[in-house]
Structures are given as structure tokens and as C-alpha cells.
């Protein structure tokens, strides 16, 4: 991406009418991606404009009919084709990676095939470089914001995920790493109502994957139609919770087009080529802030959070940071999320630890803070009227009792 596209993009994001989101998608994968993220923001941008935004979750513009077989011809296993009773011609689903078609086996077997929209992963990968270099250029002239904002992380975040994202095997190597864990932790966590969809790895390859068709719901479609209910959403928090917090291996893009709610109210799953690994200090250092947090101790909750910082700190350097989130967070039980959401109050936490005690971040809370982002959107566009920290404390015991949290990252 070119700076004066890029100047052009943002202008895009931040004005206050709706964003030309044609303009944005014709612009390559990466600007779409660049926009998806600025979807969660609610710091930034009207709620509007986030729901707007959010369209390009699902609702990309797809490949025409003759290029799709064309693709799948060219791209697929041999004797692809022979496999199938038929392929619809119309899209299930466009997203920015690719697009998704029902079919129908020879045996009668209802799936659904992802292809790779061409020329993606070459455009991303030159547009990510050319971004990259002007970043670094830009930020010579403007230290604090690598700090604050850290763009270049940021970049790198998206750029990696993507990139996992354009190997369609990824998916199912995903599927079955969240599938092990959820075995693994059995035992002493349930986590019945998550399933994964079936592949069928024969006919899959890098860019086109075979897949069950999964009879439901996304939780797009639910948010649409008015009928997520709030306990099902703490349902949600409670597994995703579970992976990010007190296992922090997880699924790095579970945005609400990406889980379906099956005919048994299961939650499946999909797009799973995008897993996370948080490192140990940054799960249970953002697990134990949330802690603190629920259960209203709020000084160990901002002490606790420094432990993500790559640099040392000392107490003296402490002391204003103390003072300014005191204040942030000041009410912060009362309120609700749609009065003050947790991508806001996260944001200005960041600002506050980085310019007041000196804080540095480095990339890999990225994921994390990311994924927390798409909870609090879900929450936003559906049940603004809730107290979200309070709602978490419970999951948050349980996840303490029930995963391998180390008994450690409870000590502030």
C-alpha cells in the first residue's frame, strides 16, 4: 500500500459518513484486513461506522462464476471434480481470503468448498513490504507512537495471521491443535458445546479446502436477526476465555462470522488457520489483570498488568501511572459496556502504562488484546446494557481452578 493510499484509506475510516467499502476492497486484502481491524475499534470510530465495517467480515465482493472453477480446476487435487455430485455456481459466503461454495459428494455427503481468491497472497505480501518500509521511515519522526500505538507490531500481527490464513491447510492443522487441547484439559474443564467441523484432507490442498456443510447460525446471523442471548455469549467467553486466558494457545480471528451455532447449539469453529500463542507472562499477566479487575482489586489489577512490559520498571517510575489509572478506571464497576466498552478503557490503560511508567509492549499481546476486542464488539452491538468484567468474574475462578494457570501469576 502506497502512503497516499494509505492517507486516502484513513480517510475512509475516519470520516463520519459511511465508508466506500468497494473502494476499500478493491484496494487488496491488505487494506481490508487494515479496515477489519479498525471494525473493533470503538475508541476511534461511531459504533456506526464499526458496524459498518464489520460487513467485510462476510460480505466481500466474490470471484466471478467462471473464474471460481477456473481457480478450482487449475488449484485443486487431481480428480477434484470427479468427487462431486455438484457445486453450487452462487457463494455461500466472500470474505477477504477467500469465498466459500456448497456442494454435494457422490455419497451424498453436504460440504463446503473454500477457494483461495488468486493473486492474494502476491499483492499482500508486496503491499505488507512497501507498508512496512514507510512505517519505519514515518516513525523516525514520530517515536512515542512505535509506544503507544506501535503500528509496525500491529502490521506484523496482521501480516502474520493472513499469511497463515492463504494456506488453506493451516485450517485443519488448526481444527485439530484446539481440538487436542480441548481433550487434553477435559478432565477438570468441560467444553462439550465446542465442536470443530470435519475436513476432508484427500481433496484439500493449500488453496482449496473441503469441509462439512455446518447446519446454523453464525453469530453475525445472530446479531442480525436480534436472538443472541446474553447467556450465550458468556457461554462463548467461557471457551474462547479458556483458550486465550489460561492456556494462551487460541484461535486468533474468531470474529462473529467465524463461529457458527449449530442445529444442537453447539459452537463450531471455523476459518481455523489463524492459532495464537501467547507467551506464559502475557496470558497470565492479562488473565490476572482481569482477575484483579473483577473482583474490585484494582491496584493489583494495575500492578499486575506492568508484567507485559519487555522493559524493566522500577517503583518511583510507578507512581503517576498509579495516580492516571486510578482515575480511567474510576466508576469502572458501574458502568456498562455500552457506556464505556472494554476496547476503550483497554486503550487508554495501554496509553496510560506506556507514558506513565514508561511501559514498553512488544508484539506478541497483540492476539490477545485483539481477540478481547472482538468479545467486547459482540457485546456492544447486542447487549450494551451489561457489566462485562462483573459477568466475566465467575469464568474467571473457574479458569483458575479447572486449567493449568500457574498458581504464581495470582502474586502481585
Same mark, same amino acid.
Given at each position: 500500500?502506497?502512503?497516499?493510499?494509505?492517507?486516502? =484509506?484513513?480517510?475512509?475510516?475516519?470520516?463520519?459518513?459511511?465508508?466506500?467499502?468497494? @473502494? +476499500?476492497?478493491?484496494?487488496?486484502?491488505?487494506?481490508?484486513? /487494515?479496515?477489519?481491524?479498525?471494525?473493533?475499534?470503538?475508541?476511534? +470510530?461511531?459504533?456506526?461506522?464499526?458496524?459498518?465495517?464489520?460487513?467485510?467480515?462476510?460480505?466481500?465482493?466474490?470471484?466471478?462464476? %467462471?473464474?471460481?472453477?477456473?481457480?478450482?480446476?487449475?488449484?485443486?487435487?487431481?480428480?477434484?471434480?470427479? !468427487?462431486?455430485?455438484?457445486?453450487?455456481?452462487? $457463494?455461500?459466503?466472500?470474505?477477504?481470503?477467500?469465498?466459500?461454495?456448497?456442494?454435494?459428494?457422490?455419497?451424498?455427503?453436504?460440504?463446503?468448498?473454500?477457494?483461495?481468491? !488468486?493473486?492474494n497472497e502476491k499483492t499482500f505480501r508486496r503491499?505488507?513490504?512497501?507498508?512496512?518500509? @514507510?512505517?519505519?521511515?514515518?516513525?523516525?519522526?514520530? $517515536?512515542?507512537?512505535?509506544?503507544?500505538?506501535?503500528?509496525?507490531?500491529?502490521?506484523?500481527?496482521?501480516?502474520?495471521?493472513?499469511?497463515? %490464513? /492463504?494456506? /488453506?491447510?493451516n485450517e485443519i492443522k488448526g481444527a485439530e491443535?484446539?481440538?487436542?487441547?480441548? *481433550?487434553?484439559?477435559?478432565?477438570? =474443564?468441560?467444553?462439550?458445546?465446542?465442536?470443530?467441523?470435519?475436513?476432508?484432507? *484427500?481433496?484439500?490442498?493449500?488453496?482449496?479446502?473441503?469441509?462439512? =456443510?455446518?447446519?446454523?447460525?453464525?453469530?453475525?446471523?445472530?446479531?442480525?436477526?436480534? #436472538? /443472541?442471548? @446474553? #447467556?450465550?455469549?458468556?457461554?462463548?467467553?467461557?471457551?474462547?476465555?479458556?483458550?486465550?486466558?489460561?492456556?494462551?494457545? =487460541?484461535?486468533?480471528?474468531?470474529? $462473529?462470522?467465524?463461529?457458527?451455532?449449530?442445529?444442537?447449539?453447539?459452537?463450531? &469453529?471455523?476459518?481455523?488457520?489463524?492459532?495464537?500463542?501467547? $507467551?506464559?507472562?502475557?496470558?497470565? #499477566?492479562?488473565?490476572?489483570?482481569?482477575?484483579?479487575?473483577?473482583?474490585? %482489586?484494582?491496584?493489583?489489577?494495575?500492578? #499486575?498488568?506492568?508484567?507485559?512490559? %519487555?522493559?524493566?520498571?522500577?517503583?518511583?517510575?510507578?507512581?503517576?501511572?498509579?495516580?492516571?489509572?486510578?482515575?480511567?478506571?474510576?466508576?469502572?464497576?458501574?458502568?456498562?459496556?455500552?457506556?464505556?466498552?472494554?476496547?476503550?478503557?483497554?486503550?487508554?490503560?495501554?496509553?496510560?502504562?506506556?507514558?506513565?511508567?514508561?511501559?514498553? &509492549?512488544?508484539?506478541?499481546?497483540?492476539?490477545? +488484546?485483539?481477540?478481547?476486542?472482538?468479545?467486547?464488539?459482540?457485546?456492544?452491538?447486542?447487549?450494551?446494557?451489561?457489566?462485562?468484567?462483573?459477568?466475566?468474574?465467575?469464568?474467571?475462578?473457574?479458569?483458575?481452578?479447572?486449567?493449568?494457570?500457574?498458581?504464581?501469576?495470582?502474586?502481585?
Amino acid at each position: 500500500m502506497r502512503v497516499f493510499t494509505f492517507i486516502r =484509506f484513513m480517510r475512509q475510516i475516519l470520516k463520519s459518513s459511511p465508508a466506500d467499502l468497494d @473502494w +476499500i476492497q478493491s484496494q487488496g486484502l491488505l487494506a481490508v484486513k /487494515l479496515a477489519q481491524i479498525f471494525a473493533l475499534r470503538s475508541d476511534l +470510530i461511531s459504533v456506526d461506522k464499526c458496524r459498518q465495517l464489520q460487513q467485510l467480515y462476510q460480505h466481500a465482493s466474490s470471484i466471478p462464476t %467462471e473464474d471460481v472453477f477456473r481457480n478450482i480446476e487449475q488449484r485443486a487435487p487431481e480428480g477434484f471434480i470427479d !468427487a462431486f455430485e455438484h457445486i453450487d455456481d452462487v $457463494p455461500l459466503a466472500a470474505a477477504s481470503v477467500g469465498q466459500v461454495h456448497r456442494a454435494r459428494l457422490k455419497d451424498g455427503q453436504e460440504v463446503v468448498i473454500k477457494v483461495i481468491k !488468486a493473486q492474494n497472497e502476491k499483492t499482500f505480501r508486496r503491499d505488507v513490504n512497501r507498508m512496512r518500509r @514507510w512505517l519505519r521511515v514515518f516513525l523516525i519522526f514520530m $517515536p512515542k507512537l512505535r509506544k503507544v500505538g506501535n503500528p509496525v507490531a500491529l502490521l506484523n500481527h496482521v501480516a502474520d495471521y493472513t499469511t497463515r %490464513e /492463504l494456506d /488453506l491447510r493451516n485450517e485443519i492443522k488448526g481444527a485439530e491443535e484446539l481440538l487436542r487441547i480441548k *481433550e487434553e484439559v477435559s478432565g477438570n =474443564f468441560q467444553m462439550d458445546l465446542l465442536r470443530f467441523p470435519k475436513y476432508y484432507r *484427500e481433496l484439500s490442498n493449500k488453496d482449496v479446502l473441503v469441509s462439512e =456443510f455446518v447446519r446454523g447460525d453464525s453469530l453475525e446471523d445472530g446479531i442480525e436477526a436480534g #436472538s /443472541l442471548t @446474553w #447467556s450465550t455469549l458468556l457461554e462463548l467467553f467461557r471457551i474462547h476465555g479458556a483458550y486465550l486466558f489460561g492456556i494462551g494457545t =487460541f484461535h486468533g480471528d474468531l470474529h $462473529p462470522g467465524n463461529c457458527i451455532i449449530d442445529e444442537d447449539g453447539k459452537f463450531v &469453529f471455523i476459518d481455523n488457520g489463524a492459532i495464537c500463542h501467547a $507467551p506464559d507472562h502475557v496470558n497470565k #499477566s492479562l488473565f490476572t489483570f482481569f482477575k484483579h479487575l473483577s473482583d474490585h %482489586e484494582f491496584e493489583q489489577a494495575f500492578t #499486575s498488568l506492568l508484567g507485559l512490559s %519487555e522493559k524493566e520498571l522500577h517503583q518511583e517510575d510507578t507512581t503517576a501511572y498509579m495516580s492516571q489509572m486510578a482515575t480511567i478506571y474510576h466508576d469502572f464497576e458501574m458502568k456498562t459496556v455500552g457506556e464505556q466498552s472494554l476496547t476503550q478503557i483497554m486503550m487508554k490503560t495501554v496509553r496510560c502504562a506506556v507514558e506513565k511508567a514508561g511501559a514498553e &509492549f512488544g508484539e506478541e499481546a497483540f492476539p490477545i +488484546i485483539r481477540a478481547l476486542m472482538y468479545l467486547d464488539g459482540l457485546v456492544i452491538r447486542t447487549h450494551p446494557q451489561a457489566r462485562l468484567i462483573s459477568s466475566m468474574g465467575p469464568y474467571l475462578d473457574e479458569f483458575q481452578r479447572g486449567l493449568p494457570i500457574d498458581e504464581g501469576a495470582m502474586v502481585v
